[in-house]
């Protein structure tokens, strides 16, 4: 079989290491893909945006499936188009990709079918927002969320512990400065407690978790810095103990998967809930309708099956059938980043230490790289995510950097603290 792999960051290149590892798959084809995923795809130079040019070439290449990794396709109906085609594909409908694309969407969504989450209220004019933000801090809430309801590329959302910075950023929403993403807001009450990523597979039937990970949003070390795409995770997250996935599954996936049927929403692929556990339980901060990153890096190096198979399956509808494996060693991954990464950073630097990393055993995937010359540059903000497993946390967590410090380019960093929760648990 030939499979289609569509974006480039780290996402995408274990998707192809993964993928590739099926007996079933002839070839994997990864548009536009990176400098590492050519070990395991042929790139095609074809942005995920083109729409149209991805059909052309899935049909012009026999492609008998298509995964699709970023979330600005699934919500611009690569799904609806590649269908009306005849063209097998794993993800959302546009309908059902509004998940991710609007978060008052997904708040409606959530209210309606009783999945607990941060109380809000939505906004499309600045003064009621700034009046509103102004009476949540007057009746003593210790802060508020301001999210810009449509995609911003991880950038729309703002935790903000005083009054007056929450106004700032409601005013940057409206003053353009996440286009018209920010023309409508959301302020939500802040939640406290510990984050966790459930990622689920759902072919509308049934809906499966994955193994359960955590992700580290912030730049620096103690969740310091700006919030980045993720620079770190781990799996399994020990904070989602047995108890704690009995009541994600009774409490967030079943409503969810009954609240798709009921609202007809056509989704066959994956759904990944970004979770605070609360005291009060576990409540969702955002649905997003494709794989996190990091989080899938340590996810799918645990996994043990034929992910193909179990992709299928899923679009196929019989999801009930899939086997998923798992490896009981934990794993951890590391973000590498351009320095100045969320913000402004440089690109085109060559990378060292690249195979003395991997001869480590851990797998260095590509996000931002490209190669110049027989090169491998520097080429986004996230350029490399180097994942290792361990018998123990712990031993993940030294073999990870004993990795990670063999690999080096001017201006590159990285958190030195990736698992810091998981080791502060106490031992059972
Ligand atoms: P989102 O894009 O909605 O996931 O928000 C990005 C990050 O902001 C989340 O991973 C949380 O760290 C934080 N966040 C979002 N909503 C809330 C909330 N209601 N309370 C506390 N933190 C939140
Ligand atoms: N790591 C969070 C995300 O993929 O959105």
Known sequence: MNVLVIGSGGREHVLCWKLAQSARVDKVYCAPGNAGIKQHAECVDLPVDKLEALA?????????????????????????????????IFGPTQAAARLEGSKDFAKAFMVKHHIPTAQSA????????????????????????????????????????????????VSDCFNGA????????????????????????????????????????????????????????YSPAPVVDAAMMERIQSEILTPFLKGIQADKLDY??????????????????EFNVRFGDPEVQAVLRRF????????????????????????????????LASGGYPEHYEKGFPIFGLEAAGATGAIVFHAGTAEKCGEIITAGGRVLGVTALGATITEAIDKVYEAVDLIEWDDCFCRRDIGFRALARPKK
């Open 268 to 285: 066959k692929g994956i759904i990944f809930v970004g979770i605070m556990i609360t005291d009060d339980g576990p409540k969702v901060l």
């Open 304 to 335: 043990e099956g034929d992910l193909l198979d179990v992709m299928q399956k899923t679009v196929d509808g019989r999801l009930d059938e899939a086997e998923l494996r798992w490896n009981d060693q934990p794993a951890v991954c590391v973000v």
């Open 178 to 233: 996440f286009g018209s993403s920010g023309k409508k807001i959301l302020i939500e009450e802040c939640l406290f407690g510990e984050e966790a990523s459930i990622l689920a597979l759902t072919d509308g039937k049934t809906i499966v978790p994955l193994a359960s990970a955590q992700d580290h949003k912030r730049a620096f070390d103690n969740d310091e810095g700006p919030n980045t795409g993720g620079m770190g995770a």
């Open 56 to 88: 052309d070439f899935a049909v012009s290449h026999q492609i008998d499936f298509t995964v699709v990794g970023p979330e600005a396709p699934l919500c611009a109906g690569i799904v609806d188009l590649f269908r009306s085609r005849g063209l097998k």
């Open 122 to 169: 939505t906004f499309t004019h600045q003064i009621g927002a700034v009046e509103y933000i102004a009476k949540q801090f007057d009746r003593g809430a210790r802060g508020v969320v301001v999210k810009a309801d449509g995609l911003a590329a991880g950038k729309g959302v703002l935790v903000a512990y005083d009054p007056d910075s929450a106004i700032d950023f």
